[in-house]
């Protein structure tokens, strides 16, 4: 008889797991967009039969997930007393590190709540909000005594929300919750529609008027040297720096995850390219996330 070959098991690599659940009405949605943006992997209303295969999949080698949230509720119905089940298995797989996430709220801002929006509650047969309510509660019980974190949304904004949910998944609000974008775009050819701060360098002397060097662009070692030599090129990066070392720990608190800084100057080949790229450099040495780029860079190089 042939001797069946035999496959070594697939490594498996360690996974982060929120399970987002608690009471309809009380933010999963948007503590599942806060965590999106924290770069999970996010399912919302799977079943709890199919997490184990979900966490299966991802705990393969090679995988590129690494954090994953998935929202398990009432929703799901005759499925849900599964998911009690599911979490004591994953209790027992040591490359999955789990956390259970509860929301609550008191009925009347629930109630509030779905009067606001004039949905349906997903236990309420009859329409009466507070019956869905009061079933929903004794159905989560159990539950809620198995959550790691319990977040009463009753009084907190949606950017309150936002930030307690950083602040447990990622500690307090810091330089890593935000991704920042630096480009450069020339006026000639529209503002950038996605800009959140547009900074004008058009003032600056241009290197368009110097014959020798008009035909390199804000990348290359002779415009830099023209541009950077300015005393007003000097004051302006001083100033704005100080301006965005003011400005962006203000962001992050108020929950801001990603920042596009825009500077402008006519053609967005000289003036503005340099000063992205040299903005950027500050920004990296003060350890934040920074991506840099140049909207219109050669699409003329000859008018600026």
């Known amino acids: 008889m042939k001797k069946t070959e035999s496959f070594p098991p697939l490594k498996k690599t360690k996974l982060e797991l929120v399970v987002v659940t608690g009471l309809s009405g009380a933010g999963r949605t948007e503590a599942v967009r806060a965590l999106e943006d924290m770069g999970y992997f996010c399912v919302d209303n799977l079943p709890p039969a199919f997490l184990l295969n979900l966490v299966e999949l991802f705990s393969l080698e090679g995988s590129r997930v690494k954090q994953v949230a998935v929202v398990s509720d009432v929703r799901s119905r005759e499925y849900f007393p599964k998911l009690y089940q599911v979490l004591d298995e994953l209790k027992t797989m040591k490359n999955i590190k789990f956390q259970i996430l509860f929301l609550e709220a008191r009925d009347d801002i629930l109630i509030k709540r779905y009067k606001e929006t004039r949905r349906r509650h997903p236990l309420s047969e009859t329409g009466e909000i507070i019956e869905g309510i009061k079933e929903e509660r004794n159905l989560l019980a159990k539950l809620k005594e198995k959550a790691d974190i319990i977040i009463d949304t009753s009084d907190l904004e949606v950017y309150e929300l936002r930030s307690k949910i950083r602040q447990e998944f990622q500690g307090p609000a810091g330089k890593k919750t935000l991704r920042i974008t630096v ?61 965005l070392t003011f400005l962006i720990p203000h962001y992050i608190k108020e929950g801001k995850t990603h920042l596009l800084i825009a500077l402008g100057c006519t053609g967005g080949t000289h003036r503005s390219v340099v000063l992205a790229e040299e903005l950027g450099k500050f920004l990296k040495e003060k350890k934040y996330r920074v991506n840099v780029s140049h909207r219109d860079l050669g699409k003329d190089r000859f008018e600026v």
């Open 183 to 243: 480009s450069s775009f020339g006026y000639k050819y529209g503002l950038p529609a996605d800009a959140d701060i547009v900074m004008d360098v058009r003032f600056l002397p241009n290197p368009h008027y110097v014959p020798e060097i008009r035909h390199f662009s804000g990348e290359e070692k002779k415009i830099k040297d023209f541009v950077l030599s300015k005393k007003v090129t000097k004051d302006f990066l001083e100033s704005f720096e100080k301006l």
